[in-house]
């Protein structure tokens, strides 16, 4: 598909993943953005559709993971535990140490972990990224990046329950 031939198409689409963003977050700033990021991609891409292809289908699917994106990324982040980090909660003073040693616990573990390691774990579990996300992010094939995030979860992980039963 060339770019004269998106750009046609490209008011029809936009208005469909609108109502995708819409539906997904029930939020019309939300659902812009969503459409906004959703529209770039597919700009980027157009020249690598089959013109022949169900392009309306094609950008409802970039929509719904842009949304998914979107999500992870606007969401309290958690630790590997599941203790929010950036909540604003009222919390007891017990809850408040309690998530202070959790914190503390897991940075520690983390800085266990070699360089690559931890920047990759940080990406997927703290930021929500996807694995391709990671892998486009820092050049790293995906098989790779998910070895990497796997062989780091199970070392801060260990840790972790090294450090409980202390």
Known sequence: MTRLEFEHIATQLRQRVLKVGLDFFGSREDAEDAAQETMVQL???????????????LAVRVAKNCCVSMYRRQ???TDVQGVKLNAELEASPQEELEAKDAQR???????????????LFEMRQMEGLSMEEVAKQTGIPKPSVTAMVSAARKKVFTELKRRMKQ
Not at 43 to 57: F, K, P
């Open 43 to 57: 700009w980027h891409y157009c020249e690598h559709i089959d013109a022949g292809r169900n392009v309306e289908a």
């Open 75 to 77: 969401r309290p982040q």
């Open 105 to 119: 616990m897991l940075s520690e573990a983390l800085d266990r972990l070699r360089p690559r390691e931890r920047q």
